[in-house]
């Protein structure tokens, strides 16, 4: 099975393509040339002949998508990136029989007037990725076996497999990132309640979804709310984590000055192993990196 994932020289897709490679033929789609381990590279424009250059795969992971500050700069851009990709994955399934995962975002949920043709900057990043999404589930041809589903995220978190700047403008990266160079984080707002994906659980979802794609029932999966924690309690738990007390990591929550839980959509992912774990290699990777 001939795996590719668009935006793969981006930090969720390159994490992925990386976790991917070990057991499919997998290719990252970019915009420039970027060698990344284990995957061949094909360089495109992303333009509405984009479907084109997909023919020969049997499954496309589609990570592109402008970040919340990118769609905030230039939001006709952004949302028009999107549904360029969301009509050109749509348009190559009545080609051929394929499986698109179409990775977006819980912030889907987000409030947004589809009569105000002004949109606040705020709803900008929810509005694109609602978008997408729309046109993806009302445009996509079923009839010759071909399947797709939504994955919606929350903040993702984890070590980066490319040189991506998005690893830092995630909150949880520069918490832990900051403790290991020994300059932990201000937090100005310790009281606001987030939810983080750790992305050892992205990339496992993706990889359990392979074995058998085009069963897939699920249109739309929500992984995005694995753990829901004030940015406070997020501080302190990573470094409980960083001082080997996961016992004290785990009955954390219970004692809560700050009202954080957790929150567990997917029973698959209940256990807060996974969160562990990732805190545990960030330390263990970036920590060798600054030695």
């Not at 984009?50 to 769609?71: H, K, M, P, Q, T």
């Not at 987030?194 to 699920?218: G, R, W």
């Not at 249109?219 to 738990?237: C, Q, R, T």
Request: glycine share 6%; charged share 20%; with cysteine.
């Amino acid at each position: 099975m001939k795996i590719a994932v668009l935006g793969g020289n981006g930090y969720l897709g390159g994490r992925v393509a990386c976790g991917l490679a070990v057991s499919y033929d997998t290719t990252i789609i970019t915009r420039k040339p970027y060698f990344l381990r284990d995957c061949d590279n094909i360089v495109v424009a992303f333009n509405d002949r984009l479907f084109e250059s997909l023919i020969d795969f049997d499954v496309i992971v589609n990570c592109i998508g402008a970040n919340r500050a990118v769609s905030e700069l230039d939001p006709k851009n952004a949302i028009e990136i999107k549904r360029n990709l969301s009509h050109c994955l749509a348009k190559l399934s009545k080609i051929k029989k394929i499986f698109v995962l179409h990775a977006s975002s819980k912030h889907v949920y987000s409030y947004i007037d589809a009569e105000n043709k002004n949109l606040q900057s705020k709803d900008i990043y929810a509005y694109g990725h609602s978008e997408s999404e729309k046109y993806l589930s009302e445009n996509f041809f079923s009839a010759n076996g071909s399947n797709y589903q939504i994955m919606r995220l929350s903040n993702c978190f984890g070590y980066a497999s490319t040189t991506s700047k998005e690893f830092f403008n995630l909150f949880l990266n520069q918490i832990i990132y900051g403790m290991i160079k020994g300059q932990p984080l201000v937090i100005e707002n310790p009281k606001i309640i987030s939810s983080f994906t750790p992305m050892n659980i992205v990339v496992d979802y993706i990889k359990s979804t392979m074995v058998d794609p085009f069963s897939v029932h699920e249109k739309i999966i929500d992984i995005g709310v694995p753990y829901e924690f004030s940015l406070g309690d997020a501080a302190l738990m990573i470094e409980n984590i960083f001082c080997g007390d996961e016992k004290g990591f785990r009955s954390y929550l219970c004692k809560s000055d700050y009202g954080s839980k957790f929150i567990l959509s997917n029973p698959n992912y209940s256990d807060k192993s996974w969160f562990i774990d990732e805190v545990k290699n960030m330390r263990a990777l970036y920590s060798d990196r600054l030695e």
